[in-house]
């Protein structure tokens, strides 16, 4: 089984931050796009369904195999459209970018966050999106095997 590069990660924590901004309210339909736009976003878990092959070891927790240097990234979503992906206090690579950027949008319901970097999208389905949290999933088939990715992201 391939192991995940990492800039699929980067991209895959992109689309999850998005999904984060999916919020409800009781009396009204509250505008995911706000709370989306509202600040910036961390990755705080990242699970896999069934165990994903992490450097030859399956494993379910992804986010506790991240380095420091991932965890502090932050993804930020601009009101025009635009998504940046900044590396925080710490790089992994030095000679990467500080930020890099994509697009982002919802689908019609706000349900639906994809988001496109470098010529790939992903769409990641929007399970909440509230003030300071957002979680999200989205499925990856690889050799044979769906795995479905669940991330939570936190406001910064």
């Given at each position: 089984m391939k192991a995940i590069s990492f800039k699929a990660l980067v991209v895959l924590f992109g689309l999850l931050a998005i999904n984060l901004m999916s919020c409800k309210d009781d009396d009204a339909k509250p505008d995911k796009t706000k709370v989306l736009t509202g600040g910036n976003w961390k990755l705080t878990a990242l699970t896999s369904d069934p165990a994903f092959e992490w450097f030859g070891t399956p494993v379910t927790n992804i986010y506790a195999q991240l380095?420091?240097?991932?965890?502090?990234?932050?993804?930020?979503?601009?009101?025009?459209?635009?998504?940046?992906?900044?590396?925080?206090?710490?790089?992994?690579?030095?000679?990467?970018?500080?930020?890099?950027?994509?697009?982002?949008?919802?689908?019609t319901d706000q349900t639906i966050l994809s988001v496109t970097t470098d010529g790939e999208t992903e769409s990641w389905n929007v399970e909440e999106l509230k003030n300071n949290t957002f979680k999200a999933h989205y499925e990856i088939t690889e050799e044979g095997v769906t795995y479905t990715f669940t991330v939570t992201f936190q406001k910064n």
């Open positions: 380095p420091a240097c991932i965890k502090d990234d932050l993804t930020i979503f601009k009101t025009n459209g635009s998504v940046n992906f900044d590396e925080g206090a710490s790089k992994c690579d030095p000679n990467d970018p500080q930020t890099t950027s994509g697009t982002w949008t919802f689908n």
